[in-house]
């Protein structure tokens, strides 16, 4: 590339100067004489100096320097060009593989094709949410909460509201502790139970020591209204990414509901990359949120729930 250049520039420089009395050759020809007779051609041009004005041969180191800036211009262009290129492809790439949504050409449907880091979403065989039915009655160990008042912070990030919590609440199951990193939610609930979903759902996220997920699900359903979820919203963010910390402090407690019954399956994250392994729990109870309490996160976020999956004959416990 870069010796095509070259001979290009050459051809280019060296027919608009002195070796344009040779019309009779074609560019290529005035690179390569330009290349291998630069010396002799020097004495004939000499020669014919005094009879052929105005016209001054070029040197050799002359033609050189032109070249040279030339190829310097070219360059500089061409990685300005790339440069341009390189940022409008990073920028598509980026809509294309980062963002998703919950409609259309980014909706769930397309997840596991945008960006193949996401690919579970689409061949993942225990995915999440589903309909829960068919579920196995048997005595469920009860999962031990141990909520505290904690600080909290409430973010918009552009997919549902989320409270990140400080550290401290826990919930431990089969032996396992397991740390609460946020709550958030989606409307409607993305879980149904016999084919029933609520007006939404809150999902508390914990994450073990090694790394495992287990998600507490608390359906909610219309009703009376609900102090913490209207702390949530009295804290709510202006601006989206840009988190809300209150000096107050939240009592996770309030979420859960007052019968502790549950269902479990192993299922999936329900946003990309959809990964598996994540432990489900969902109380069977519902809480309640007010219809205006509802209406307020669904100006936000009028439908941010992915359509259940196929459980593909998943073990599903429930207590007794
Ligand atoms: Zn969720």
Same mark, same amino acid.
């Given at each position: *590339?870069?010796?095509?250049?070259?001979?290009?520039?050459?051809?280019?420089?060296?027919?608009?100067?002195? +070796?344009?009395?040779?019309?009779?050759?074609?560019?290529?020809?005035?690179?390569?004489?330009?290349? $291998?007779?630069?010396?002799?051609?020097?004495?004939?041009?000499?020669?014919?100096?005094?009879?052929?004005?105005?016209?001054?041969?070029?040197?050799?180191? &002359?033609?050189?320097? *032109?070249?040279?800036?030339?190829?310097?211009?070219?360059?500089?262009?061409?990685?300005?060009?790339?440069?341009?290129?390189?940022?409008?492809?990073?920028? &598509?790439?980026?809509?294309?593989?980062?963002?998703?949504?919950?409609?259309?050409?980014?909706?769930?449907?397309?997840?596991?094709?945008?960006?193949?880091?996401?690919?579970?979403?689409?061949?993942?065989?225990? /995915?999440?949410?589903?309909?829960?039915?068919?579920?196995?009655? %048997?005595?469920?160990?009860?999962?031990?909460?141990?909520?505290?008042?904690?600080?909290?912070? %409430?973010?918009?990030?552009?997919?549902?509201?989320?409270?990140?919590?400080?550290?401290?609440?826990?919930? $431990?199951?089969?032996?396992?502790?397991?740390? +609460?990193?946020?709550?958030?939610?989606?409307?409607?609930? &993305?879980?149904?139970?016999?084919?029933?979903?609520?007006?939404?759902?809150?999902?508390?996220?914990?994450?073990?020591?090694?790394?495992?997920?287990?998600?507490?699900?608390?359906?909610?359903?219309?009703?009376?209204?609900?102090?913490?979820?209207? $702390? %949530?919203?009295?804290?709510?963010?202006?601006?989206?990414?840009?988190?809300?910390?209150?000096?107050?402090? #939240?009592?996770?407690?309030?979420?859960?509901?007052?019968?502790?019954?549950?269902?479990?399956?192993?299922?999936? +994250? $329900?946003?990309?990359?959809?990964?598996?392994?994540?432990?489900?729990?969902?109380?069977?109870?519902? #809480? /309640?949120?007010?219809? /205006? /309490?509802?209406?307020?996160?669904?100006?936000?976020?009028?439908?941010?729930?992915?359509?259940?999956?196929?459980?593909?004959?998943?073990?599903?416990?429930?207590?007794?």
């Amino acid at each position: *590339m870069r010796i095509g250049i070259a001979v290009f520039s050459c051809a280019l420089l060296l027919s608009q100067g002195a +070796l344009a009395r040779e019309p009779q050759k074609s560019s290529a020809d005035f690179a390569t004489d330009a290349i $291998t007779k630069g010396d002799s051609r020097k004495g004939a041009q000499a020669d014919k100096a005094q009879d052929a004005k105005p016209a001054r041969a070029l040197t050799n180191d &002359e033609i050189a320097a *032109m070249i040279k800036t030339r190829l310097a211009e070219i360059r500089k262009n061409r990685a300005a060009r790339l440069a341009d290129e390189r940022t409008k492809a990073a920028a &598509e790439l980026s809509e294309r593989t980062e963002h998703w949504s919950y409609d259309g050409e980014s909706g769930p449907e397309k997840w596991g094709k945008r960006n193949p880091a996401w690919a579970t979403c689409a061949s993942g065989k225990r /995915q999440s949410p589903i309909d829960i039915r068919d579920g196995i009655k %048997v005595d469920l160990e009860p999962v031990m909460f141990d909520y505290l008042p904690s600080r909290f912070n %409430v973010l918009d990030n552009g997919h549902t509201v989320q409270v990140n919590v400080g550290s401290g609440n826990s919930i $431990t199951l089969t032996g396992r502790k397991y740390e +609460l990193e946020h709550f958030h939610f989606h409307r409607p609930s &993305e879980e149904k139970i016999n084919g029933r979903g609520t007006e939404m759902v809150a999902h508390l996220v914990h994450k073990d020591g090694d790394g495992r997920i287990a998600v507490v699900a608390v359906l909610i359903d219309s009703g009376a209204a609900h102090g913490l979820i209207q $702390t %949530v919203w009295n804290n709510l963010p202006l601006e989206k990414n840009e988190p809300l910390a209150p000096i107050s402090t #939240i009592d996770i407690n309030q979420l859960l509901p007052q019968r502790r019954d549950y269902y479990t399956y192993m299922g999936s +994250l $329900t946003t990309p990359p959809c990964s598996e392994g994540v432990l489900w729990i969902v109380m069977k109870e519902t #809480i /309640q949120a007010s219809p /205006q /309490q509802i209406a307020i996160f669904g100006k936000l976020y009028p439908m941010n729930a992915r359509p259940v999956q196929d459980a593909s004959g998943r073990l599903i416990k429930e207590s007794n």
